[in-house]
């Protein structure tokens, strides 16, 4: 019989029947954990229970990430707002159904009231109660390149966000702390533009079929024999699209008696390929290795419903890095339950690749784990390589097997040549196979950026989410109100960001998203973060109650954070 989830204990820890005056547990025993022990009196954490690793044995560098708990009164109040918003929608569209208010969205015609409703009326009450209060802070054209600094096209509206009309006016030299253009790779000029307009002389902008008919060309198995050694598999497939590579792909890996099990955070295109596979789906709390485990026991102990049969693969999905938290995963516990249960890994390094790692190499890399340990690595070429698509490595077998059952292999179009060079020259260059260290500063740079900018932002006061290595920086917003406050205000002071709310998010826990650049220059930072911390005085948004910041534990060097 397989021990049962509850009276095994995880990661190490060590139980003894209670001694001494200790209060036993309601089985008796007292846990003593292999990192700290558990303090008698129990006191509410000021930081959720995901801030340390739950086995330090695993991991070679201190590993911390931050998520500070929302304040009672902000949840409160947050909860009040979109109580009190969700009742003046009720109200408008009371008004609307009699005309007193014109109604700008769609309706089913009188005529059809019979038929099945094409457009579900109540289903879309928060895109036109709520969402159209804060449109304008969405959408917003570029008429530039997404570099560190981009150009506007400003537009206004006459009737409440519903349509946008240019002025003919440009908003110039606006400092961009939204695009995912981690190592600056998003230009207009230098070795990758200048290799792109190359490959566009020689083999043109399309290639006008699929893989496995006349789209191979040389260039692609350039990039994908690239792709492996850089990762460090044995061989690698590419696409032409990054979210597909995960929606079409996960359902040719498993299916029918097969369990996927999710974290609660992972990106839509994972839950899409998860869905698509026809597969049991179930999920764990985020980076919980509690939670996992449990699961992973559970699948083993039981099998599937009703037949109790063993599944016939167990597949584990995670993120590197997930783009809504900032936050990293526990990769290295992962690991060790996905080999200790027989499962298979599917990591999507989409975030994570360039952008972690002292050779960019993502969260294998940062790590410093074995790429053989994973059984699936994905990732895309749309953050730091300022291209796009993506790429699925692993063994030789599982790579044959995908280009022959991937629907993306066989039904999509081939990848643009421009873009596969674009990629190329990038990864070259991140390599140091350009005979320069242009990609190595790029990545040193990026983690000063990343450290300097969190440190900042706890300094001023604000709840910030994730790891301290991360790129991609949450800062809590929580009230609605705020949500498009914020992002009217940055833009104000020349500031492009980007706010996310409910429901991409919990409801009390709104957010604007930083990502961090290794284009961006010292000057630029303090410029952002000077408007930054003057609209959070405005706004009232420095939540925090810590008294220190916390301290940042990186993976370059000591010696390479003080530099410059």
Known sequence: MTEGSASKTFNGDACHR?????????????????????PQKYRRPREKNRNVPHNSSLYKTPFMESFEETPLLVAVLTYMGYGILTIFGYLRDFLRHWNVEK???????????????????????????????????????????????????????????????????????????????????????????????????????????????????????????????????????????????NSMNIPALTGKGCLILSDELNHASLVLGARLSASTIRVFKHNNMQSLEKLLRDAIAHGQPRTHRPWKKILILVEGIYSMEGSIVRLPEVIALKKRYKAYLYLDEAHSIGALGPNGRGVVDYFGLDPKDVDIMMGTFTKSFGAAGGYIGGKKEL??????????????????????????????????????????????????NTTYFRRKLREFGFIIYGNDDSPVVPMMLYMPAKIGAFGREMLKRNIGTVV??????????????????????????????????????????????????????GWMSEESLTQG
């Open 500 to 553: 996310v709310g409910f429901p991409a998010t919990p409801i009390i826990e709104s957010r604007a998203r930083f990502c961090v650049s290794a284009a961006h220059t010292r000057e630029m930072l303090d410029t952002a973060l000077e408007a930054i911390s003057e609209v959070g005085d405005l706004l009232q948004i420095k939540y925090s109650r810590r008294e220190q910041p916390l301290p940042s534990l």
């Open 399 to 448: 790579i044959e097997y995908l280009r022959r059952h991937s629907h993306s292999a066989l039904y999509a179009t081939s990848m643009p040549p421009p873009v596969a060079q674009q990629i190329i020259t990038s990864m070259k260059i991140i390599m140091g196979e350009d005979g320069t260290t242009l990609g190595a500063d790029r990545l040193r740079q990026l983690s000063q």
């Open 103 to 245: 109604c700008n969205v769609a309706r089913e015609r009188e005529e059809q009231k019979d038929f099945v409703p094409l457009y579900q009326d109540f289903e879309n009450f928060y895109t036109r109660n709520l969402y159209m209060r804060i449109r304008d802070n969405w959408n917003r054209p570029i008429c530039s390149v997404p570099g560190a600094k981009m150009d506007l096209v400003e537009r206004v509206s006459q009737d409440y966000n519903w349509t946008f009309e240019h002025t003919g006016k440009v908003v110039k030299d606006v400092i961009n702390m939204g695009s995912y253009n981690y190592l600056g790779f998003a230009e207009n000029n230098g070795a990758c533009a200048d290799a792109a307009i190359e490959a566009t002389h020689k083999y043109g902008v399309g290639v006008g079929s699929t893989r496995c008919e006349m789209g191979t060309l040389d260039i692609h198995e350039e990039l994908e024999q690239l792709v492996a050694r850089f990762l460090g598999v044995e061989s690698s497939v590419a696409f032409g699209m990054g979210f597909a590579t």
């Open 18 to 38: 209670a001694s001494n005056g200790k209060s036993a547990g309601k089985n008796g025993y007292v846990k003593n954990h292999c990192m700290y022990r558990q």
